[in-house]
């Protein structure tokens, strides 16, 4: 693909009727959260809000990866702590676009969901996963911690599974996200789940969905306004250290890094 071909694909209506559907269709770095992925996401989401024949969203993926998370390639070379800065405020507009989109966000997956793509699905308002999706906090084996998007996962996780997957950093499957809070429904037929969803989201009234979506996310829309700078500092600060050096630069070489050795 070229740099001229969209990153996410927007389409109104197909397979959702009054639905707008944004594809992440960057393949070849795994669907990572490269500015232009990010600038196109935010782009879609204001034109499906903005669209009154659009009644809901849904999000999904080609290939074997819905989103791997923040495109590290894109760091090298730069100020590690200017790019960490920007990565972070974007990620800020993205999950809070979601949470506080007045329409009712579906994410559709049926693949591996890393990192930041951990924080999206959990600013959707629901989430159904195939049999081919995997699931993973990997942060801690680069020396950081997920930082911004616990603005949106610690209010879906319970407590206990937090733990063990913000310190393990092991997978998980769609069975077991859906039994600690991250999914809604693991299912064999994403595809029909997801219809039958919409079918039931254009049931609601739109200013009816539009209230009852701001009750559900009152208090992770709250803490997204009152710690997401905070968070963004303490994120900034991590990068550029020794640890995170090491970290980024053994998973690029596709090495274990030195404390894992």
Not at 12 to 26: E, I
Request: with cysteine.
């Amino acid at each position: 693909m070229s740099e001229n071909d969209p990153y996410v694909r927007y389409e109104v209506g197909g397979d959702y009727p009054g639905f707008a559907t944004l594809t992440f269709d960057s393949p070849h770095n795994r669907n990572a959260l490269s500015s232009k992925l990010v600038r196109e996401l935010v782009a879609g989401i204001e034109a499906a809000v903005a669209d009154p024949a659009v009644r809901g969203i849904v999000l999904t993926h080609t290939g074997n990866t819905f989103c791997a998370g923040a495109d590290l390639s894109e760091a090298a070379g730069t100020d590690p702590a200017a790019a960490a800065d920007q990565r972070t405020r974007v990620m800020i507009d993205v999950l809070r676009g979601l949470v506080a989109a007045p329409k009712p966000v579906i994410a559709k997956i049926d693949g591996n969901v890393r990192a930041g793509g951990m924080g999206i699905i959990a600013a959707c308002d629901l989430v159904v996963a195939g049999p081919g999706s995997s699931f993973a906090l990997t942060e801690v084996r680069i020396g950081m911690a997920p930082f911004m998007i616990s603005l949106t996962l610690l209010p879906r996780l319970t407590a206990r599974a937090a733990s063990r997957y913000y310190l393990t950093g092991e997978k998980f499957d769609a069975a077991t996200a859906a039994d600690i809070g991250l999914v809604t429904v693991a299912t064999e037929d994403t595809a029909a789940e997801v219809a039958r969803l919409a079918g039931e989201l254009r049931k609601g009234s739109p200013q009816g969905l539009a209230e009852s979506k701001k009750l559900a996310n009152a208090a992770m829309l709250a803490g997204i306004d009152a710690e997401a700078e905070d968070l963004a500092k303490r994120s900034a600060s991590f990068f550029g250290t020794p640890e995170v050096i090491e970290g980024m630069t053994a998973f690029l070489q596709k090495r274990p890094p030195s404390w894992a050795q």
